[in-house]
Every structure is written in C-alpha cells, then in structure tokens.
C-alpha cells in the first residue's frame, strides 16, 4: 500500500489502509471536516485502454460523477496525483458502515427466499438507473464482492458498488481478463468482448442462484484447466442443464426458479431484456414460464432474428470524419457509392453493381473505423459482425447463421454487412482447416452470389487477406480490393489535426514537423501520441504544447517495423497481380 495510517492523500487523511487490487489501492479517509469517506487511488499505468476514454480520463471516475440514486454511492471528489514519477487518479464517495454480501453468507448464509428477493430487486434498482442514462452504463462487474449491506438499514439501502470495469454501451468492446474478473459471474457474450444489459442481467441470476443454493451455477475447478482453454471449458460447461431443485423453502415456488432461470439464459434473447421487466417478475407482475438455460442449436429450433447484431442506419459525418485518403474516397465515391445510390441507371447501361469489398493492411491502419463511416457516408443500414458472432460448434449451426444473416440483410435492404477479421470466417479451404470452415465458406459463396442486386453491400476486413478462400475473393463477390495502409504525410498531419480539434492545444502546432517526426506510424500510433500528450497536459494543467508532442512521439515507438511493412508491401503487390522483386531484397554475401 502506498499510504498508511494518518498520511495524507492530497485533502484527505487516511484512517485505514483497506485494500490493494490489480490496478488500485482503497481507503477509508477523513474529509477536512472529519467525515469519513471512502477514496480508491487509481494507477493509470495498471488500466488497460478500456477504462480510458479518448480524453484520457479514467471511465470509473467519469461515470462516478454522474451517479444519483439511493442503491449506489454517492461521489464526492476526484483528483490527480504523482507518486513516484507515476500517474494517479483518486476517487473519493460516500461511506457506508457496512459488509459485502460475500462477507454477510460466510458469517451467516441462511438468507431466506424474501431476503435474496429484496437484495436481487435492490441491485435491479440501481442497474435500472445505470442502463436508463442518455448513454447507458453497463456495470460488468455485478458479484456478491461488490454488493455492500448496510449494518444500520435494510436490505433495501443496499449498495452496489466497485465501477472499474464499468463501461458505456457505445464503448469500443473489450474482452475480459478473466484472472481479475469472476469468470463465472460473466455472461456468455461476454468472454467475446461484448457488454450489454442483459450481461448485467445475467451476473444478477447468478447471484441470486449462488445466495439460493450456496453454490455458483457451472462451477469448475479452472486450476485443472490450461489457460487457454478456460474460457472454452467454461462455456461448454453451460451447455449442461441448470439443476434448480425446489427444496420446499418458504416462497420458494415455481415462479422464482422460473425467474432466475431465464436470467441465467445463454441466448440474450431469452433473459429479461431490462432491470425493471426482472423486478416485476420477482414480484410476480409478470408471470414466467419454465424455460431451459441451454444455448439453443440452430439446427434443431428456428433461432431468433435477434442473434444477429443489426445497427440503425448509420448517421454521422461519414468521410469528413476520416483525415487524409482522399485519392481511396474518390475511387470508392466512383466504383461504390455511386453505383449503389443509382443502381438502376447502372443496370440501364449494363454495368454491374457491386457485391462487397475487402479492406486489408496492418493493423492499427484503421479499417474498422473506414468501414464504419464508409456506412455513413452511403447511409445504408450497418451490420457489424465478427467470427465469434456467426461460429457454433454445433453442425450446421454456422452455416444456418450466415443464412440468417444475409436473409435479415436483405429484409431491411438496403444494408452493408461489415465482417471482421474475415479471414477467421472463411480460411483457405486448401489449408489444413476443420469441416465446419469449409461448410462456412461454402455457405458464405452461395449466399454472396449476385447480393447487390438484393440491396445487400458486403465490407470484409482483414490483416491477412492471404489467407482468405479464393473463390471470395473472385469477381462477383468481393469485387473490389482496397489497400489501407500507412498514412503516408499529408494524412499524418491531417491526423494530427482531427485528434487534437477538440482539445486545449497550444497556438502554433507545427503539423508539418509532427508528420515529419512520425514516418511508417499507423493511426492507432498516432492517437496513442496525442493522447499521452494530453494527459501529461492535464496533470501540469496546461494546454496541449509541441515540447509534450515530441517527448509523447519519442515515447511511443512505431507499431510496424520495417521488416513487417514489406510484408504488406509484398502481400498488397500479389493482391495487385504483381511480382515481387525477391532476389532484390536477399541479403549480400562476402567481403565488401
């Protein structure tokens, strides 16, 4: 611990060192008016990029600030600090006299059916509040550790606590790191990433089993299990039924079993689908059918339309959003966007309208985000899928979710679906790859043939278009292919310019000696720098200068080296049809 007893953090003294975690310390302090608080001291350099925000202040403390309801604490202050030529970030809120609920079933864990229904509906309360703000707020963290009980009320004024791996809704996903997180507290669609308000929902019935049984819902020793293999082993150990036995407790009846086995569903579709609908269930508002918590299997049962993420038409600033590229805007406004805004003067002239495109490069080149405002721009409906979201180790299951795909697409025509990491979707199938890819790819060439005129306009994305199949690649389905690279100087400096905009930036940034100073960096590098720049700003509370520019921009090397960048210098010359100049680039041998 940093602090001990009577030492001082910034304003406040501390009273007890409570307790050290991955990425922070916990106290409890006095205010300078004697009240006791509680204050969490964050390390920035222990966070990972999903608990900073593209200003570069730390989520937990942001949505802290915003927090207003009885069954969560109140925040009180926040802060800088450097300790130790380290960052720091303290959040100061209100203290509870209290114990965890953890605490509260080891010192007596004969909770009646009535309690763990007020508990479960006070949490329910206050993640109602959370996912009901303009911006909704997904807590990801919901566990008995995190549930205060307060010694002098009831259970009613319960706390939910502890918002570190809070996010906001419209968050980039994140996967989780399941040696800090309770794995089995996590929702399925969780582990790939994937946060939503049905995962608190899910985190909900799994404590309410726990307080019920004693016991986690499909709890395995993970200590046997190679870490790799944990969250496959995890997952398979859900496609187990749920035993819920009813062992003749008071209040204990069909409806509440029913209750927490829909919460505990593995397909979103079949939990509560908000707080306030889970509430009345537990109250008996509205009643609830026996249902299995298995994961369903596409080919035995007609799986919901919901499985498929779908996203409104995209609105937004489409390529004005996107520094530099010009030349590659201007060639997609000609062979694209044109031809779908006016597909039938194309088909008066007989020129065919396009399936689909695939944007490769490296990584951190931003193809995600060109995809997306790519959609913008054509303001075609938006479907983002990846891999994880369309694989099933179930037979036929893929196949049957691509077909869904393509059959919901063309139902809300017109509709760009963008696909992710594609080359994981659809592999070589000259490669050693198992049965279910091949089905995979084979399913993906017939449902791709002729989708343009269904008003369906297919974006892959990939790092390896190598290592795509073939025939998706060919013309009539994937028609065209757009390189995206390393910026090259004017899109630099552009970059330069969109990531600072909005920031308190010093009069006179030399653009031209930034773009100069960053040759071969990749987006990502680029906005790795400004931000850096900006928190280091923010602790000296001055604005954005080039001195902090230039000491960011030797702190932060390159993503790509030049070895890696002739790769995809190479790849990009056989997806162009070219030779590469091997003998060339081979090494001299001899004396010079």
Not at 416 to 435: A, K, S, T, Y
Request: charged share 25%; with cysteine.
């Amino acid at each position: 611990m940093k602090f001990h007893k009577n030492d001082k953090i910034a304003s406040y003294t501390v009273s007890f060192p409570h307790k050290q975690g991955s990425y922070a310390e916990t106290y409890r302090v006095k205010d300078p008016a004697g009240k006791t608080r509680f204050l969490k001291l964050i390390c920035y350099c222990k966070l990972n990029h999903n608990q900073i925000d593209d200003r570069g202040r730390v989520v937990e403390v942001e949505i802290a600030k915003q927090l207003n309801h009885p069954n969560l604490c109140k925040y009180i202050d926040s802060g800088k600090l450097m300790l130790d030529g380290g960052q720091y970030t303290y959040l100061v809120t209100e203290y509870v006299s209290s114990e965890t609920l953890s605490q509260r079933i080891i010192r007596n864990s004969n909770l009646s059916v009535y309690e763990i229904k007020q508990i479960a509906k006070s949490v329910l309360s206050a993640l109602s509040y959370l996912h009901e703000q303009p911006v909704p707020i997904i807590h990801g963290e919901v566990t008995i550790q995190n549930v205060l009980l307060n010694l002098v009320g009831s259970l009613d004024s319960l706390k939910l606590i502890d918002f570190g791996y809070a996010c906001y809704l419209d968050q980039t996903p994140a996967k989780p790191d399941i040696n800090t997180l309770n794995a089995f507290y996590l929702a399925p669609e969780r582990f790939s990433g994937v946060s939503q308000v049905q995962s608190d929902l899910y985190s909900v019935g799994v404590m309410m089993y726990q307080l019920l049984y004693g016991e986690l819902p499909w709890f395995i020793d993970l200590s046997r299990v190679n870490k790799e293999d944990r969250v496959d082993a995890i997952l398979a150990e859900r496609e187990k039924e749920l035993d819920l036995t009813n062992d003749n407790r008071y209040e204990l009846d069909e409806q509440f079993l029913n209750v927490i086995a829909k919460a505990l569903s593995y397909d979103v579709e079949d939990r509560f689908q908000t707080a306030d609908d889970f509430i009345k269930a537990i109250d008996s508002e509205i009643r609830v059918g026996k249902q299995s918590t298995k994961r369903k299997i596409l080919s035995q049962q007609n799986y919901s339309d919901k499985n498929i993420p779908q996203i409104p038409k995209k609105k937004g600033e489409g390529f004005a959003a996107i520094a530099g590229m010009d030349e590659l805007k201007a060639q997609l406004q000609e062979e694209v966007i044109e031809p779908l805004h006016n597909p039938e003067e194309y088909r008066r002239y007989g020129v065919t309208i396009p399936n689909g495109m695939l944007l490769y490069g490296p990584p951190g080149c931003g193809k995600t985000f060109f995809a997306k405002h790519f959609a913008e721009e054509v303001g075609f409906n938006f479907m983002c899928i990846t891999p994880a979201t369309l694989q099933s180790q179930y037979v036929n299951a893929t196949q049957e979710n691509i077909a869904k795909m393509f059959k919901e697409a063309e139902e809300n025509a017109p509709t760009i679906i963008f696909i992710d990491e594609m080359n994981e979707l659809v592999p070589n199938r000259d490669g050693n790859i198992h049965q279910m890819y091949r089905s995979a790819v084979n399913e993906m060439l017939a449902q791709m043939d002729r989708t343009g005129e269904k008003g369906i306009f297919i974006i892959g994305a990939t790092n390896y278009p190598h290592m795509i199949d073939p025939a998706i690649l060919r013309a009539g389905r994937l028609d065209k292919k757009y390189y995206i690279g390393v910026p090259d100087f004017a899109a630099r400096k552009a970059l330069f310019e969109l990531y600072l905009k909005s920031r308190p930036y010093d009069f006179g940034l030399d653009y031209d000696e930034l773009s100069k100073l960053t040759e071969n960096y990749v987006s990502a590098d680029i906005q790795l720098i400004v931000n850096n720049a900006a928190r280091n700003a923010l602790v000296s509370h001055s604005k954005i200068t080039m001195i902090l520019l230039k000491e960011s921009i030797d702190a932060v090397h390159p993503s790509l080296d030049n070895k890696e960048l002739q790769r995809y210098k190479d790849i990009k010359a056989k997806m162009d049809g070219e030779e590469t100049n091997k003998p060339a680039n081979r090494p001299k041998i001899g004396f010079v």
